[in-house]
């Protein structure tokens, strides 16, 4: 049985993987209008297919953070003021992010577009980076003193090991993202986005492979949790290659729902491989903040598990029928609102 | 500068800064919903553009209030570690709440309602704007849950140096949440209604679109009036509470350095001295005080030098005065905007419903483009009422603000980035007003003028790609 802060760890692991397979595409056409819109409308098109859902998705991410801030607060104390420069960069791309959506098409003026465009482009490909970069290096392990503070050096946090895993979400997330905007578009802008996806398949494929390799020398996952996380490489080796079987057929609902379920194995297995540990020290195992001891008190997280698991049908249900409003495919003649 | 004032100076800015959007959010989405209801219920067009036009103002607002309110979450953690760690347990659960039950629900049925126009049956499509009226509701009330803890710690209990909740149903029917609540959401309502007005008035001297702003202005006027006779109202009760959970701050913003004779006079005005602790040049009203603090004309206030003597046997040594300029004049400050707001609610809402709105005056009407800001300072200055006039604690009585800063984040790092937030919000604000600005002159019927299909390739290119779009 579960204990509470098991059960709440488990949660948070729920959101981070709901936000990397629902964000993860909106980061990933936010990079595609860079690459196949070609003409003005076609980039509208290409923010119009993520209009009504980025604000939702994005609000995964935001419950994450309550949800760590509320269930682990040393392991929310710890991470955001450890990694206070990169979240600093995180929160200024969010911000532009978010406005540039809703301010581009205001105004039909050349550099107005082109600014917002840019801003679109640059913090949908600096996200998902900045957030590889991170994971890879609560399993890598940072300088956690035994007052469970993180003062990181710049190599803590930028290196090797933890660049590959910053590139291999940002193209992770950018097939992703070609495959939803293969789903709601027709046409030219269709075929462009399905040609791309299946360019990427094979660099894709590598750089995941290389940064399994190096998870495997460079962290203690593998050791801690072996057969699991071999089942997990195995499951996401998997889906990855009928992802590249669907792309070819040009059947591009199943081959999102592969790459969906590339990056939920992902991170899930960055969870597994984490656990009981939520952020490894590279000082010694003794300084790990771990699941119990960096969590909140019974009485907060009983309350808190009534409340979300009451909360949480509700939500899917909604956001799963806003999915199901929006199915339609975008054509020339539609009213585009972004 | 020291990390503990730049945190401060951060806090305040991006605070603040959000907090102008924020209620605007919550009184235009209330106008829309009412607008679109009587639009689903009279069957009227003019309705209808009515709630597209002032939902487009809205969605300008709403989309650099969600932004930056991301950074709030974010704040606590990376500025403010030590108090994440000591009220995590407490301060944490309303947060997650917050987003749970609030932001999921705006996020998604304000995407719906964006795009749903021809999706979705008129019933619906109104049932949306409602979910996001109740979704910025429900936002304000956790969030507010939240800062009452801070103003009026209850429910938990001190466990391995931190606080642990212990009565989650305490958490939110504290007394604090009660009285701040409903002062807050009226306040938000007022901002709403008087922006409306505002745009409506600038319009109607304009004779522009005269019956759709006349509609709105005599709409919005009555949300007007109501709130802000409601933000009176629910402002005194907290004026009352605060006597009795907060005495320190009631004692600085009103600037009474020694307890008051009895009945307790109310100073309007004086030149406030804190290294003496004496006031000069002092005007007052005679038992207004005793009125404001117990709704009768007796009773004395006590003052902060036998405050200061209390705290200092309760908490050890220390400075428990806050820095009582700032809060005196921001509490004056909120009561002037709030008096003037009312002045003008009522004559405006007499001349609506005399039918004499086009026949008034244009002073009044300039008076009321002028009201646009009132809200606006009104709620700033409650605000920095509320949190200056709380320190040196950031938990009263528990956490001094100077505790709960990150001891792993340097000065540098903080300066670098206040400039970085201050700049981005900064651009973010004159591109939100110019939008604004020009979705006004635009007007209710302004048509999209049809995009004309460029040929040009690549965004990157020689031309940027916009070689055939138009100015």
Known sequence: MLSLSELWFLLIAVLFVGFFFLEGFDFGVGMSTAMIGKTDRERRTLINSIGPF?????VWLITAGGAMFAAFPHWYATLFSGFYLPLVVVLLALIGRGVAFEFRSKMRHERWRKTWDIIIIVSSALLPFLFGVVFATLMKGLPIDAQMQLRPGFLDIVNPYTVVGGLSVTLLCLVHGLLFASLRTVGDLRERALNLAQKLMLPLAAILAIYAVMTYFMTDVFAVRGWALWIMVVLGAASLGLAAYFVRQKRE??????????????FASVFIGLFPRVMVSSMGSAFDLTVYNASSGAYSLKVMTIVACTLLPFVLGYQIWSYYIFRKRLNDHHHLEY | ??????????????????FFFVPLSIGLVLLVAIMETLYVVKGKEVYKTMAKFWGKLFLINFAVGVVTGILQEFQFGMNWSEYSRFVGDVFGAPLAVEALLAFFMESTFIGLWIFGWDRLSKKVHLACIWLVFVGTFLSALWILAA??????????EINNGRAEMNDFFALITNGQLLVEFPHTIFGALMTGAFVVTGISAYKLMKKQDVEIFRKSFNIAIIIGLVSSLGVAFSGHFQAQYLVETQPMKMAASEGTWT???DPAPWTVVAFIDPNKQENSREIKIPGLLSYLSYSKFSGSVKGMKELQAEYEQTYGPGDYIPPVRTTFWSFRIMIAAGGLMILLAIYGTFLAMRRKLEGAGKWFMRLMVFAISLPFIANTSGWIMTEVGRQPWTVFGYMTTSAGVSPNVSAGQILFSTIAFTAAYTVLGIVMVYL???????GPYAVEKPEEHDESADPFGVDG???VVTK
């Open chain 1, 54 to 58: 980025w604000d939702g998705n994005e």
């Open chain 2, 436 to 442: 604004f600005v020009r979705e006004i002159k635009a």
């Open chain 2, 147 to 156: 800062n009452s803890f801070m103003q009026h710690p209850v429910g938990f």
């Open chain 2, 1 to 18: 500068m020291d990390p503990i004032m730049l945190s401060r100076i951060q806090y305040a800015l991006t605070t603040i800064f959000h």
């Open chain 1, 253 to 266: 609902a199943w081959a999102f729902g592969m790459t969906g379920a590339v990056i939920a194995i992902a």
């Open chain 2, 465 to 467: 790609g916009y070689s």
């Open chain 2, 259 to 261: 307890t008051t004779e």
